[in-house]
């Protein structure tokens, strides 16, 4: 697990740590869900209703997909494993770089897995003439809406090609958009789209409770049913569950909020790095991977940490190297901090 940001914890003291290695919407989690999730804790002493009633109705209000087409699980990480347990596709095709899961949950299910480069030198644009070339019948191809660790989001041409793909040649579309409601303007969504595609987003980042383990699935009835069966019993705590009813029966204006004022971080962040030598690259969303020309991101991690600062190193995504670092973007006194300390580092 050491792949991943949000390792405060191996660290002596870790509410110290001012991580921006793990890319969280800042501005919450909203009151009025913390308090509904305390009220459930008294109802610690029975099980939770294995049908997701409750919360299938209310993120069927807030998304417009009848409760049949939703299925919630123990966070979007363990629905990868369980939509390719249930749909048991040919390959996997994943961009590079992007979110490790994706790859590491299809070896575990003894899916190959097709990596179809992209590259700095054009902002890590979608090579869509690759994806046509190399999408074959059955294939799974995950879209990560936008893009994990680059950030750049895909175009509603370029999503619309990749579902035609799926459709066409008997294969799925797996948009993974946990980071599209921190997007301002906002992304384009694949939520409409029926057969072939399925929809996989979290509470954890939009609502910034990555400690209560709540993903869902949104597709067609059929294909919801079989993600159900792959999964365990009971996927949700009622703690989580009660949270997440609670953000989909009044999601706004939280999450517009938060898309705007994330996105005003967005740019001075940019303008700072700029500055003071670094090269970002453009971001649609709440985080920036931006690459190092003077000194390794692993020797920026250890100067930084030292001041209770934590980076996310990228050089294990595949495509990257130890010039590239991802900082999340935080409230503004936590960013002052990080180009404050950039700054005094100087000359690197």
């Known amino acids: 697990m050491k792949g991943h940001g949000g390792n405060i914890y191996d660290f002596t003291r870790p509410d110290d740590i001012i991580d921006f290695s793990s890319n969280i919407n800042q501005y919450g989690p909203p009151k009025h869900a913390l308090e509904a999730a305390a009220d459930a804790l008294s109802l610690v002493r029975r099980y939770p209703d294995t049908n997701q009633r409750e919360v299938r109705e209310a993120f069927s209000g807030w998304l417009g997909r009848p409760p049949g087409e939703i299925v919630f699980a123990g966070g979007a990480s363990d629905l990868f494993s369980a939509i390719m347990t249930a749909l048991r596709p040919r390959r996997v095709m994943v961009i590079q770089p992007t979110f490790a899961d994706y790859a590491i949950c299809a070896r575990r299910c003894d899916i190959p897995v097709v990596p179809v480069p992209t590259s700095p030198h054009d902002n890590f644009a979608f090579p869509m003439e690759e994806i046509e070339k190399n999408f074959m019948d059955g294939d799974l191809f995950i879209a990560c809406q936008p893009n994990n660790p ?18 066409s040649r008997g294969g799925w579309l797996l948009a993974d958009e946990c980071f599209l409601n921190l997007t301002y303007p906002k992304a384009f969504s694949c939520l409409p789209f029926m057969g072939g595609v ?19 699935a949104i597709s067609d009835a059929g294909t919801i049913k079989k993600i159900r069966e792959a999964l365990q019993p009971w996927p949700l705590n009622c703690v989580g569950e009660a949270f997440a009813v609670a953000c989909a029966s009044s999601p706004e204006p939280f999450l517009e ?56 190193r990228c050089a294990n995504f595949p495509g990257l190297d130890d010039s590239f670092f991802r900082i999340a973007v935080r409230l503004p006194e936590d960013n002052d901090a990080l180009l ?9």
């Not at 680059?150 to 090609?161: D, M």
């Not at 996105?263 to 090269?279: C, P």
Request: proline share 3%; glycine share 6%; charged share 25%.
């Open 198 to 216: 399925i929809v996989v987003r979290a509470i954890t980042k939009d609502f910034s409770a990555p400690g209560l383990r709540v993903g869902f």
């Open 257 to 312: 909020e938060s898309a705007q004022k994330i996105a005003s971080e967005r740019a001075r962040l940019v303008r700072g790095l700029k500055t003071l030598g670094y090269r970002p690259y453009n971001s649609s969303v709440n985080f920036i991977l931006a690459e190092s020309r003077r000194v390794s991101a692993n020797e920026l991690y250890e100067r930084l940490q030292a001041k209770r600062l934590l980076i996310r």
């Open 340 to 348: 404050c300390a950039l700054a005094d580092m100087r000359p690197i």
């Open 150 to 167: 680059t950030g750049r989001a895909w175009t509603e041409a370029e999503l619309r090609s990749v579902v035609g793909l799926a459709q």
